[in-house]
């Protein structure tokens, strides 16, 4: 090491040994250290931070919540939300009768249905010394009232799909904390099976025309974007794509459809996707969540038992299964995955028992999910989930016969919707629309509340087709 004495003896011309000069040339290095992570040596104390002004987004943004953004919305006046409808303008009997004779009286049929208004927020917290710093991205209250609104609107927007308000224990008599979703909303018998094989053009014409024969207009389509471009895929090699011509460019995105019942809107959304889990891997995600199960029971029902297993990618094979626990403030991790031997026959069923953790915990199950492989996946490969349901043996029971799968539903696919987007027939009622409230200051911070309270009403379940198992393509 070189003293300071050492440095004394240059003679002012940069001539000196080349210990010297190689000891002056590593105190003045600018270098690549960070100041306070590995001592701010050499020259990088005396280095000025360079921080760039704009904040970078690497998550969602607004132009990605597509759903809440096109349905029509409409104030609510009371927690209770009930509407009428007029079902039939009369029955099916004859209206021709003989010359100068009466006719049957007939009668409207009306029906009143009943929606239950639900509560979204979140809690924010600004510590006062915060407020006071300089801040490298502006009024640092502002940007989080901005992130709280952008994770309120993924919440609305996931559930505006899936929600579902059986989803709590001793459901019907504790009514689920969630609306129910287009998914639960929609006549069962306006479902079409897409069996696993990706989207096409024959499958949207098919439940267009369900919309149609139900008296509706379809207008949108609802899709992931996997799907979408999947079906974009299986487009371009048709040729059926007119398009004009730009140099260079090659591809089209795919903004509607032409079908026999009119023009039809694509409204992908990232967030009508698939929900998976890896057993092993996969953490809960709250800490207030249930305990995860103990172990899933899996056994196989080979024979006529009512079950569809011929499906792409779901069909005859081994299964892996696994559990998780759910309340209102997150999900358990997975149980380890058990396996069902296999299915040799079409109509094989697999019954599924779940054990409850012994430990119920501070914070009880509210529901189950159940998750499978696709056909050949292992115990630690990714498991898709099929199927959700609350019970009344959920809490305090060491075992909970929970599901009889009968591959209605395959894992690794998509759900696609499509139907008629006008406030007669599909709307948003919010009692309080999208809100902050501030708490009171109880020590050296503020904190405020973001708020939304409404409820999706379906009032023509039957001019809205669901297009389950939508497969994924593999060119």
């Known amino acids: 090491m070189v003293s300071l004495k050492d440095y004394e003896n240059l003679d002012g011309f940069g001539i000196g040994t080349s210990e010297q000069v190689a000891e002056l040339n590593k105190a003045l290095a600018a270098g690549y ?3 306070g992570t590995s001592g701010g040596v050499s020259g990088s104390a005396l280095r000025v931070e360079s921080l760039e002004a704009s904040l970078k987004v690497v998550t969602y943004q607004m132009n990605h919540i597509r759903f809440w953004q096109k349905i029509p919305k409409l104030p609510a006046y009371s927690t209770v939300e009930e509407y009428n409808r007029l079902t039939s303008y009369g029955s099916e009997g004859g209206a021709f009768t003989p010359e100068g004779e009466l006719g049957e009286y007939d009668d409207s049929t009306y029906s009143r249905q009943v929606s239950l208004v639900k509560y979204l927020q979140t809690v924010r917290k600004i510590t006062h010394p915060m407020t006071l710093v300089r801040t490298a991205h502006g009024d640092v209250i502002g940007n989080e009232v901005k992130n709280g609104i952008m994770w309120l609107l993924r919440k609305v927007e996931e559930a505006l799909f899936n929600g579902n308000n059986t989803l709590r224990y001793n459901y019907p008599t504790n009514e689920g904390y969630e609306f129910p979703g287009i998914k639960a909303q929609i006549d069962a018998t306006q479902i079409v099976d897409c069996l696993g094989d990706p989207l096409t053009e024959d499958v949207l014409e098919t439940a267009s025309n369900q919309v149609v024969e139900s008296f509706g207009l379809p207008t949108d389509i609802l899709i992931g974007t996997r799907p979408l471009a999947d079906l974009a895929k299986i487009m371009f090699p048709k040729e059926r794509i007119v398009v004009p011509f730009k140099e260079g460019q090659i591809g089209v995105p795919l903004n509607t459809f032409a079908s026999q019942a009119g023009i039809l809107a694509f409204n992908p959304s990232i967030f009508l996707r698939k ?20 172990q899933i029971a899996v056994t196989t029902n080979n024979g006529a038992n009512g079950g569809a297993w011929t499906k792409t990618n779901n069909g ?11 309340n209102r403030y997150g999900e358990s991790a997975p149980c ?51 199927t959700q349901f609350a019970g009344t043996t959920i809490v305090g ?20 919707y499509l139907g008629e987007m006008t406030p007669q027939v599909l709307i948003f009622k919010q009692l309080a629309p999208m809100m902050k409230m501030d708490l009171a200051v109880i020590e050296p911070s503020i904190r405020w509340l973001q708020l939304l309270y409404g409820v999706m009403q379906l009032y023509a379940p039957k001019k809205w087709v669901r297009i389950k198992n939508v497969g994924e393509a593999t060119i």
């Open 33 to 35: 250290d960070i100041p």
């Open 275 to 294: 929900k998976y889990v890896t057993p092993g891997t996969t953490l809960a995600t709250s800490t207030k969540a249930p305990n995860a199960p103990t």
């Open 316 to 326: 005859h094979g081994t299964y892996y299964y696994t559990a998780t626990l759910n």
């Open 336 to 386: 380890t995955a058990a396996t069902n031997g296999s299915i040799t026959g079409d109509a094989d069923s697999v019954t599924l028992t779940v054990r409850n953790n012994a430990t119920i915990g501070t914070y009880a199950p509210d529901w189950v999910n159940i998750y499978r492989t696709v056909a050949g996946g292992g115990g630690t490969s990714v498991h898709y989930l099929i």
């Open 397 to 416: 029971s060491a075992d909970h016969t929970a599901y009889t799968d009968l591959n209605s539903i395959c894992a690794n696919v998509h759900d696609v």
